[in-house]
């Protein structure tokens, strides 16, 4: 005997939503399984952690709250620390200790790169601050509410900029209340952080350019008058590292001069690294190590010799980093120290045509490595630059046959192609000179029937 018509509905009722059930777990596995890019890195910038005394509150079960998203914060248990602050504004009604606490949510959503919804609690902060006419609250919004801007990801560099100008307001507002006499270490963060903005802040000219990194060095001196060795270590080295960074970064008139700056930050680097020792600072210590690289590939010398022992210790300082930035941990930090990494054994001179070989075959095997990490989806412009310097390897490659040179040149108009793709939107000097480079590639190609 068949099933009734009611138990025919309710049987397909039951099929149809064990279907559905089983397409949820499919597409939230996918979406969780899927291969997504790895999160991007932020600068090692200063946050103001205001807390108003929240341990010591009037309401017991709010202090209680308070404790445990701080410990939920400090284990980066972000969401359960959410969850216990939020709990926490429900039961609070004082102003300025509800501005304590979103500042506190904000800092979770920071922590997780969510820079505009850390933004939306920092100004609920500074709104509860404000009616509590709490001062300290106040700037600590201000200054956090900076932080965010100076990374929130925007399409071109315009609102970018505009951004930048926005968070050099906020610290400058935030330093009306956080004075050198009353509130030295806030102080010095808000100069430190000044002298980030400073770096990144736009510029039309290259004499102006030269003027925000004066400006973002003198920044970093006057958190240096707090942050000292003894009394500040860590914060001390990061000034002295992002101090090394403006020096770097600073126009210079004349070869002398680049020198002059340079050996200033290889000094600072070395000093940051006395403190940023790899076993107790890791990642600090690597990204110090990349910086240091750098300055030592740039910095000019009188002789060939000189320059080669340049171009082997910073050798050594992208080796050093990459024993803290493996792939898997640290994926980003690892692609861009590879990148460096083949541009180091690009420039490295060697007199025999077989030991340049050598070095570009390597070269080319860290840019393929950067290239696992720098995929054109999801970092375009990262992408774009080291198939660019692919290109130039292969254009470099020494070949023992006519065939084998063809072969290489070939393969770097892939890669400069490749970068082109990216770079006719929105990046016009790239563009031009990667342009430059296909031109010089195509000429070095046999012609047909020779």
Known sequence: MGLAIWQRIVAGLIAASICLIAAVLLWLFLSFFKEKPPVVPIININIFNYQDGLNQAPIAEVGKLFEDGRTRLAEKQ??????????????????????????????CHYEQQHFLKAAEFYSAALSQASQANDKEGQASALGNLANTYLFRPEPNDAIQGMNVIQAVKYYNESLQIFTKEEYPTQYATAQNNLGLAYIDLPAQTLQQRAENIRKAIEYYKAALEIFTKDKYPIQYAAAQNNLGDACTDLPAQTLQQRAENIRKAIECYKTALKIRKKNGYPIDYA?????????YITLPEETSQQHAENIQK???CYKAALKIYTKDEYPIDYAGTQNNLGFAYITLPEEIAQQRAENILKAIEYYKAALEIFKKNWYPIQYANTQNNLGAAYTDLPAKTPQQRADNIRKAIECYNAALEIYKDGYPIEYANTQNNLKAAHTYLPKEGN
């Open 78 to 107: 972000f969401d359960f620390a959410i969850e216990k602050f939020t709990l926490a504004t429900q039961l609070e009604t004082d102003h300025k200790k509800l501005g304590a606490l979103n500042l506190q949510i904000g800092i």
């Open 287 to 295: 990204g110090t190590q990349n910086n240091l690289g750098f300055t």
């Open 314 to 316: 910073a050798i050594e």
